[in-house]
């Protein structure tokens, strides 16, 4: 039976000063691959000891390997060209700026896929050796892909559809998954903020302009991260997905309740736990969650990892009690929303703002669970 982990996270935290600073230094050549490993491993020590201080139930290395969380993907075949013309322009909502901001993906597919090296070898080896308890590790949806690097004119000359390179992507996912089951890691979890795009008007209408029709795609793509997650032996192991509206530097793309999706989408997921945004009013109520079955944990991501204002621990209690009117509290946990730091910007808060909101998840878990 997986482990109940009552106080989660999401998996990453916000690159300390000294990171990014040595990421720009090596992307610069002004430091060598040796030397950055060693900045990354003492800022990791670090973030180790501070998740240790909270009392989480479950550590992470903050991604801070990562210059976003699904990076691993395109670092690790060849394929992927950077490129000046985005294959997609997506629309950015949030604070920091009166209008919508638009931000570009410029990895695109340019060849078919071959994998060259292992998604997470060298974070897992570390966390293996260095962390204080069970450790998660976090790995992009396949969906992700498809729709953020397929261009018409250049992909569909190696792969005709978004399906196509959809299931080639689906190999490089399910052989990491494959690998960290080889290596005993407690805790697997894909993050998809794709499938906010199934429960969006908007997107799902950018889906069919594409020519893509949307149910058939959210078919295919719970088929996806299920094909994934087969390759976990369910002992052991906690399966895991993630599931969110968007999270970079603070602003979201996508709204909707998960209702349009929630019941084949939550009793179809080969997962024994489901993290879910519920910070704003933009994922809807906690009726949907009627549909989770009894073999699976909701964890209620009620704390924003956007915002710096810590939330009133009164009013999580009371969502928490409101969520067990549709799945008993003993199949609850409870995270921030989202990482603090999808891509390695951050979101619009410090440190210390962000450590103080893993605490009030821990305290909150404790007066709730024990």
């Known amino acids: 039976m997986a482990e109940a982990f009552r106080a989660d996270q999401i998996g990453s935290f916000l690159r300390p000063a000294q990171v990014k600073e040595a990421r720009r230094a090596f992307s610069a050549g002004n430091i060598d691959r040796d030397q950055l490993t060693e900045i990354e491993d003492k800022a990791i020590l670090n973030a180790l000891e501070r998740q240790k201080q909270t009392g989480i139930d479950i550590f992470s290395d903050g991604e801070f390997r990562r210059a976003s969380f699904q990076n691993d993907v395109a670092d690790s075949v060849e394929g992927y060209t950077e490129s000046d013309r985005p294959a997609v322009v997506r629309i950015w909502q949030g604070p920091g700026s009166d209008q919508p901001e638009q931000q570009n993906t410029t990895q695109v597919v340019t060849g078919k896929l071959r994998q060259v090296r292992r998604l997470t070898e060298a974070q897992t080896s570390f966390l293996k050796t260095h962390s204080p308890g069970p450790f998660k590790m976090t790995l992009p949806t396949p969906n992700q892909f498809p729709a953020i690097s397929y261009k018409e004119g250049v992909t569909d000359k190696f792969y005709a559809t978004r399906s196509e390179l959809l299931w080639d992507i689906v190999k490089v996912i399910k052989s990491e998954i494959a690998a960290l089951v080889g290596e005993q890691v407690a805790y697997i979890q894909i993050d998809a903020p794709r499938y906010s795009y199934y429960v969006d008007p908007k997107w799902r209408g950018h889906l069919q302009e594409l020519g893509v029709d949307p149910d058939e795609a959210f078919d295919e793509a719970v088929a996806a991260d299920n094909a994934c997650l087969g390759a976990v032996a369910p002992e052991g192991v906690t399966r895991a997905i993630h599931i969110c509206r968007g999270n970079n530097q603070s602003k979201w793309y996508a709204q909707g309740g998960y209702e349009p999706i929630a019941e084949k989408l939550f009793g179809t997921l080969n997962v024994d736990r489901i993290l879910l945004e519920y910070d704003t009013e933009r994922a809807g109520g906690f009726e949907p969650l009627r549909f989770v ?59 210390d703002e962000q450590w103080r909101k893993l605490e009030l998840v821990v305290e909150t878990a404790r007066k709730v669970w024990g």
Do not use: H, Y
Not at 303 to 309: A, L, N, Q, R
Not at 314 to 327: C, N, P, T, Y
Not at 346 to 351: F, M, Q, S, V
């Open 293 to 351: 079955p009894r073999d699976k944990t909701v964890v209620l991501g009620l704390i924003s990892s956007k915002d710096p204002v810590t939330e009133c621990q009164d009013d999580l209690l009371r969502r928490i009690d409101e969520a067990s009117k549709f799945v008993p509290v003993e199949r609850l946990a409870l995270s921030p929303q989202c990482g603090f730091a999808s891509t390695e910007a951050g979101n619009l808060l410090t440190e």
